[in-house]
């Protein structure tokens, strides 16, 4: 009698795992199909670099660049990010001749590239680090 009763809570527990490592299976999948990289394809864009679930504030994975993007808490901006150690209307980047150069408009905090506090407008190269307030990014450009 006992044997029986062991085996079958021995299965039982094999079943229970089997579930649980198909779960994380499911949730990993889910998180990377979540991913939009379509629109990421031939464009420049800015990669969140902090993970997502140590901020306090919803902040997406992947920002794609137009010809003049501003940056900051206000909702009249193209990215907004409610940090509040960001300004309401905290930087702009523009693209001029196939190259995007980022400029601080005056914020508070400031805006640091590679960091490195930026006073003036700044050429973006593949691969800076532009972090303002608790956020920083990686600049991926696609020429």
């Known amino acids: 009698m006992f044997n029986i009763v062991s085996l079958i809570f021995k299965y039982i527990f094999i079943i229970i795992i089997y579930l649980f490592i198909l779960s994380i299976i499911r949730l990993i999948y889910l998180d990377i199909k979540g991913i939009d ?7 420049s864009y800015l990669k969140l670099v902090n993970r997502k679930d140590t901020l306090p504030f919803k902040v997406k994975e992947y920002y794609p660049l137009d010809k003049e993007v501003y940056l900051g808490r206000g909702k009249d901006n193209q990215i907004v990010i409610r940090d509040p150690y960001i300004s309401k209307r905290h930087l702009k980047i523009v693209e001029d001749e196939g190259n995007y150069y980022l400029e601080d408009l005056g914020s508070a905090n ?3 590239i590679n960091e490195e506090r930026i006073l003036d407008v700044v050429k973006l190269k593949n691969g800076d680090r532009i972090r303002v307030g608790q956020i920083e990014f990686l600049y991926v450009g696609r020429e």
Request: hydrophobic share 30%; no cysteine.
């Open 37 to 43: 990289t379509k629109a990421l394809n031939n464009a």
């Open 110 to 112: 400031g805006t640091y």
